[in-house]
């Protein structure tokens, strides 16, 4: 099988795979290889929290021309995989020189799949691009062409919870990587004063409850496969509910826009955490935590999506909430405007690239210690 994740949380995916018993691993650019059963397989999809989709190989085959492509892809016994009444998708990642459009190759496949069974019944099943029964996934490297399907369906950060999007929402699979690349113990307490819809305390909850990430997804390609095992889902679904623990650090969240604290409000009850995530209504400058020690990981506006009026003075003014009001803890941020983050102007101990999407960010963290005061200027 192959996970595919973001560039710089490959190390953090290859741990989790490696604690779930996933067998001769591989680390890729973005993407984990690996190998195991079903149980696996199932397992993969409803607890890797930073795994983006997972798909698994069904043929490879060498191809040079569109003809060769054509001739290969409809000889292949699709029947096994989809039936007449299914949707389906085709997807191509292409790193070759015979082949240059990535969607030129998946439509020749799309065509190989269609014709392969109107030869046969006289019908085709349909194509759906957005919402397919069976995803099909093409890696062509050089003249070596492989065929995956995609055992997630919908991408695997679509956990479930969040029904209400602000207006810049972290991605799950990335908010759940950088909790965990925090290192956060699961029993200090986790803070974050710009908290938005609530993804970091949401996946923090998650991670600290062993609470499965897609647990609450209702769909997952893999069950509409035709060797589906809905008892062996069952059976791990309800291994992975009795894991489950109830009680939790305590998790706060703050946000000054009162509209966007209602929207966290939903999701996480949503998610099931609203009796254990506390939120206010705050400006990070007044907040002021109620532990002396603890983890907070923030992520605040790059001016990119969200306009802020002085980002500079915003990432300075939280360096400062940092030495006046965080000593003890370890503070995170995260941002995609790697000129503000330097304005934090405090000495990071830790700095970690990321993506969001295509922006790159950076991950730092700061150690908040009685000598952080004049601990200033990177
Ligand atoms: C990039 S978004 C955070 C996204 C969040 N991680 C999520 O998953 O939705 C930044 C948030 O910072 C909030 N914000 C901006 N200035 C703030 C301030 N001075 N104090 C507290 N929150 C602030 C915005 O309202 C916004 O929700």
Known sequence: MVAKTFFGLEEVLRKEVEEMGGKNIKVLNRAIEFEGDLALMYSANLKLRTALSIITPIHEFKATTPEELYERAVGIDWGRYLNLHQTFSVHAVVHSQYFNHSQYVALKVKDAIADHFRNKYNERPNV???????GIVLY???????????????ALFQRGYKTQLTQAPMNEVL???????????????FIDPMCGSGTLLVEAAMIASNFPPNMLRKRFGFQNFKNYDALLWKQIVD????????ELPPIYGSDICPDVIQIATE????????????????????????????????NPPYDERLKSDDINGLYSDLGTSFKNNYVGFHCWVFSGNLNALKKVALKPSQKIKLYNGSIEGSLNGFEMYEGSKKLVHE
């Open 128 to 134: 759906d691009k957005k919402d397919a029964d069976i």
């Open 140 to 154: 062509v490297n050089s003249d070596s062409i492989t065929v995956l399907l995609d055992t997630s369906g919908k």
């Open 175 to 189: 908010a759940a990587g950088i909790v965990l690349l925090s290192g956060w113990n699961k029993i200090d307490p």
């Open 239 to 246: 291994q992975a509910t009795s894991q489950i623990k109830r």
């Open 267 to 298: 999701n996480i009850q949503n998610a099931g955490f609203n009796k254990q995530i506390k939120l206010t209504v705050s400006d990070f400058r007044d907040y002021v935590p109620l532990h002396p020690s603890g983890v907070l990981i923030t």
